[in-house]
């Protein structure tokens, strides 16, 4: 019984003791042993439980005691050395901070993004139900087809895996009774949007359903910003009320300070309410679609199950209903996580950001242990009599790790504020990529990703320069004068650390330059107009007002004539839309896309029929943006209602389907049969989606057939933005009531329209630049040192008849060899990484040898340059002065 | 002079820190004799574990209070294991100090008439 709980308290005992520092047991385990057995020895001889219960207790609560006492002790004491070691260098200390703070800060401010867009879950109750439902036309290439009211009943009332389904369409209204005619946001929602995603009203109620049944009383819910903003958080506002689309609409609530999905609005109305949605042909036509649907999946249903249940509806569907789903188009549907859709356009470049930041991290890192390893050269000595004075080696590990962590401490919380100032900026750039973009703040959890970036970054440099120096400790004391074999090996060290600098900067700068000759090429693409001097202004035609066609043509008549007289006004012309529209550019082409057929081509079984987007236009849109005719005649004001139908195509429809014939005179119908377009012109290919869209199929209508008078179009003789105010005035005298917004120049258009790839390439650039400039420094800081600690051999060799000539090329062609050692493994992890930013590129190949080999010669440069000044110290060495020095 | 203001960082000891130096005051000892001279002398009221002793060891010693001896008794006697330490100057003056100090708490508890109040409850 003895014999076996001896051996088994001594091991408990030992394990007890491991809590103390290594020092200390070093010092004290076995004596502590002895003692500890001693007392047990005394038990046993007293006999007892409550004896040997006690000692254990005490023994316990000692050690319990002791241990976090010592180790306090210890990590104070290594606190208090390390801010005097750091007062004692206060350049070395502030580049090091520095230094990290840049790589830790850049960490942090993408992070901040990354976990509010990518990690964080909608800030919705169960957000992880909500899904996102998309028809679909897989052999038209469409991905995301809108919904019918006819549709969404079916699959509101045949899903079987959905707790919720609701629909979403946004609209421009404008509201009369509140100052002037003022265009609002309007999201028209299904009486259940809020209640599903789970949103309260800050004030008074959301929809009911009897609020959906057409005819129902017209009732808005405002946004909490447009209520705020525009009406001063008016506590009475609820019962206020307002004229929109000739009707009185009473505000029934207001929402809270919650981010709007899929669009940001001024007011939300229900479905009865929006003229269009409520109008007979949106009701009853299968084939008009408009709307978005969401839905939310009942509890224990994954989004597998439900995309299945759609998809399964959607067959139904094409089997019912053959004329609206044709074989050739084929449709189906699908579910896919509401978070993933929201931030689908994001993730790529976000990534992408992600690994940047981390690189330059790591370079910091790799920057700073170099530092540090410098410093300890001259440290060497005392930490050497330290470790001769008694001082454990990992007693000095931890004594380094500890200095690496307040320094990296130091850094995390400057990058905290650099993170901190950069999140308007980044924010806004976010915001061009994800709607969740308003949700990027600081919290606890990026705080936390900081500490741990900061922790990480310590142990990183830290345990690299302390591994190193522990190695040699011995032999320097033995040396005396800096020894040359631990100096050599620590060389190869702080080389290893540069070329792995260079190899970072390397991919970084890849990056970088990548995205730049991406975005070169990109304007350099001939978008196909002439962006210049050309203005755009959304104009909303009230639609109560303008109930016949007669009245809207004679009213766009009016405008263009009286756009035209205003001095300054070259041409004018009227659109439902314009090339570089941001809201083209969010829609994409299949927001403006239908399929048709041509006369006397007959599609053999399976074959998809051709695709194309539509633009209505009037006569002078192509003068206007110089868009080049290419064949036949442009419109003429004879092309409207009363003449045959017309329409004009681009080059690329006639690519695609008339390759060596001429169009003109051929017939195309994009309902059946039933009206047929006569082709009378071809004009030139339009980048109208974004430059880095290849041009596609279009067909352009007369206005005068096709009302839609959107979008005002106006070439200037002047600088186009000085005369919005005039032109506005035009607008207001032809219909006061008209709300004018959204006032673009083509060129701002389609300099926003690169905001993206521009933004995305500006911050890789200054990633890039900063590592460059850590590495550059760090190659002229370590070849300083090398010449530093050769002068003497240097000396000789100067003595011994090398030309100063021999020297410079010597030191320049070690500095040279990192570069190219580092460049070398640079190229390797490029190219393995092109999988992410492939996506992002344009026209170029992510191993496009000419910024490969521009960087390489970037890099080259920088190298030399950082080592010529040391070069040129050796090659001027005394051999007298330096062989009396040592 | 000197010595007072010496010792007086280091006052009040703890009592563990003043027995240990109380149970040195008339020679070496191995920690384990320490811990018992302790236990005895306080009537088991100062009860020292392993931990809690070879804690105020290490720090008495790094203050310079005690010492390691050098000197080892007679072989045979001796544990391999055990080292001696010893009461340094500095440590007596530190531990006199500790004694002056409560010899002079102790005075004017007395000039109070501390002792004569009865135990509030």
């Known amino acids: ?137 897989k052999k038209l290439g469409i991905e995301d087809l809108s919904f019918s009211v006819k549709e969404i009943d079916d699959y509101r009332s045949q899903n079987r895996t959905l707790s919720g389904l609701v629909e979403y369409h946004a609209m421009s209204f404008t509201l009369f009774g509140h100052g002037d005619p003022e265009r609002v946001r309007t999201g028209v929602v299904s009486s259940n949007y809020f209640d599903m995603f789970g949103v309260q009203p800050l004030l008074g109620r959301t929809f009911l359903p009897e609020d959906d049944k057409l005819g129902a009383p017209p009732v808005l819910v405002l946004s909490y910003e447009y209520w ?78 439900a995309s299945a249940d759609v998809s399964a509806i959607a067959a139904g569907l094409k089997a019912s209903y053959p004329k609206s789903y044709p074989e050739n188009v084929g449709f189906t549907s699908v579910a896919a996580p ?44 005392e930490l050497a009599v330290r470790s001769a004075l008694g001082a454990g080696r990992s ?27 950069s999140l308007e900026l980044i924010t806004d750039f976010v915001g061009r990529l994800t709607p969740r973009a308003r949700e990027i703040h600081i919290d606890s959890g990026v705080l936390l990703f900081t500490l741990a970036a900061a922790l990480g970054t310590s142990i990183l440099f830290g345990t690299l320069s302390a591994l190193f120096s522990r190695s040699n400790l ?77 009245k809207t043509r004679v009213a766009i008549q009016q405008l263009l004539d009286r756009v035209q007289s205003e001095p300054g006004v070259l041409v ?87 390759p060596n014939e001429s169009p003109i005179g051929k017939r195309v119908s994009n309902d059946g049969g039933e009206h047929w377009g006569t082709i009378v012109g071809i004009v030139g290919d339009v980048r109208e989606f974004g430059l880095e869209h290849p041009p596609i199929p279009e067909i352009y209508a007369p206005q005068k057939l096709n009302l839609s008078p959107g979008v005002l179009i106006v070439r200037t ?49 200054i990633f890039a630049g900063l590592a460059l400039a850590i590495a550059t420094a760090g190659i002229g800081g370590i070849m300083a040192l090398m010449v530093s600690q050769r002068v003497r051999e240097i000396g000789i060799r100067i003595a011994l008849g090398a030309r100063p000539g021999n020297i410079l090329q010597m030191v320049l062609g070690q500095g040279m060899l990192l570069a190219v050692l580092g460049i070398g493994i640079g190229i390797a992890g490029a190219v393995g990484l092109t999988g992410l930013v492939k996506s992002l590129l344009f026209e170029v190949p992510p191993t496009d040898v000419v910024t490969f080999s521009g960087v390489g010669l970037t890099l080259l440069a920088a190298a030399a340059l950082a080592s010529y000044l040391p070069a040129r110290r050796a090659a001027a060495v005394d051999p007298n002065v330096a062989l009396r020095a040592e | 002079m000197t010595k007072k203001r010496e010792t007086e960082p280091f006052l009040p000891l703890t009592p563990a820190m003043f027995h240990i130096l109380l149970a040195l005051a008339d020679g070496e000892k191995h920690g384990y004799a ?68 409560m010899e002079e708490a102790l005075g004017q508890a007395r000039a109070k008439k501390l002792f004569r109040k009865p135990k509030l409850a």
């Open chain 1, 1 to 137: 019984m003895e014999k076996q709980t001896l051996p088994f308290s001594q091991k408990l005992f030992r394990a007890l003791v491991r809590l103390l520092p290594f020092d200390f047991r070093t010092n004290y385990q076995g004596e502590m042993e002895g003692v500890f057995q001693e007392q047990q020895r005394e038990v046993e001889e007293r006999g007892g439980l409550l004896g040997a219960l006690k000692l254990w207790k005490e023994t316990i609560v000692g050690i319990f005691t002791t241990a976090p006492r010592e180790h306090w002790q210890i990590l104070t004491s290594d606190c208090g050395y390390a801010f005097r070691m750091m007062r004692k260098n206060p350049g070395f200390t502030a580049i090091a901070i520095l230094t990290l703070a840049l790589g830790i800060g850049a960490n942090t401010s993408i992070f901040s993004v990354v976990h509010a867009v990518l990690l964080r879950s909608l800030p919705y109750p169960q957000a992880n139900q909500l899904i996102f439902i998309r028809q679909q036309e």
């Open chain 1, 228 to 305: 705020k903003n525009d009406f001063g958080s008016d506590s009475g506002i609820v019962g206020k009320t307002f004229e929109m689309n000739d009707k009185v609409h009473t505000v029934v609530g207001v929402l809270p300070p919650v981010p709007q999905y899929p669009n940001e609005n001024d007011v939300y109305m229900p479905t009865s309410a929006c003229p269009f949605r409520s109008s007979k042909a949106h009701l009853h036509n299968r084939d008009m679609r408009m709307m978005e649907v969401f839905g939310r999946l009942k509890p224990g249903v994954t989004v597998t199950q």
């Open chain 1, 338 to 381: 509401l978070q993933e859709e929201l931030t689908r356009g994001a993730r790529p470049t976000l990534l992408l950001l992600l690994a940047a930041a981390a690189f330059v991290l790591l370079i910091a890192c790799a920057n700073v242990a170099n530092l540090t390893l410098s410093r300890m050269a001259k440290r060497e000595r």
């Open chain 1, 395 to 421: 007693r000095l590990l931890r004594q380094l790790l500890t200095e690496s962590f307040l320094m990296a401490l130091a850094g995390g919380l400057l990058g905290l504020v650099l993170a901190y100032g």
């Open chain 1, 474 to 550: 011995a032999s320097s004391l033995k040396e005396g004068t800096a020894g040359a074999g631990t100096a050599r090996q620590q060389n190869r060290m702080r080389s290893a650390l540069i070329v792995c600098q260079i190899a970072f900067s390397f991919m970084l700068l890849i990056g970088a330059g990548l995205m730049l000759r991406s975005l070169i090429k990109m304007q350099q693409v001939n978008a196909g107009i002439v962006p210049q001097r050309v203005l755009a202004l959304r104009t909303t035609f009230t639609w109560s007002k303008y109930t016949s066609d007669d």
């Open chain 1, 572 to 658: 004018a012309a009227v659109s439902n839309r314009y090339p570089f529209e941001p809201e083209i550019i969010t829609g994409g082409p299949e927001s403006v896309s239908f399929s048709f057929q041509v006369e006397g081509r007959t599609l053999e079984p399976g074959q998809s029929p051709p695709v194309s987007t539509f633009a209505a236009v009037s006569p002078d849109y192509f003068k206007a943006l110089g868009i080049p005719l290419k064949e036949g005649r442009l419109f003429a004001e004879s092309d409207n209602e009363k003449g045959p139908i017309v329409v004009i195509i681009n080059e690329a429809m006639k690519r695609q389907l008339w």
């Open chain 1, 717 to 765: 003789a002047v600088e186009p933005r000085s005369m919005a105010k005039a032109l506005t005035r035009a607008v207001h005298d032809v219909d006061s009531q008209m709300a004018v917004s959204h006032i673009l120049s083509l060129e701002q258009a389609r300099y926003e329209s690169m905001a993206s790839p521009r933004v995305t390439a500006s911050l890789l650039g």
């Open chain 2, 34 to 101: 320490i811990l018992k001279e302790v236990a005895r002398r306080t009537e088991d009221k100062v009860r020292l574990s392993a931990g809690t002793l070879y804690g105020n060891l290490a720090r008495l010693e790094n203050a310079g209070l005690i010492a390691e001896s050098s000197r080892r008794p007679e072989v045979g006697l001796d544990d391999e294991r055990r080292r001696y330490y010893l009461l340094t100057e500095f440590g007596r003056d530190v531990a006199v100090a500790e004694a002056e100090r």
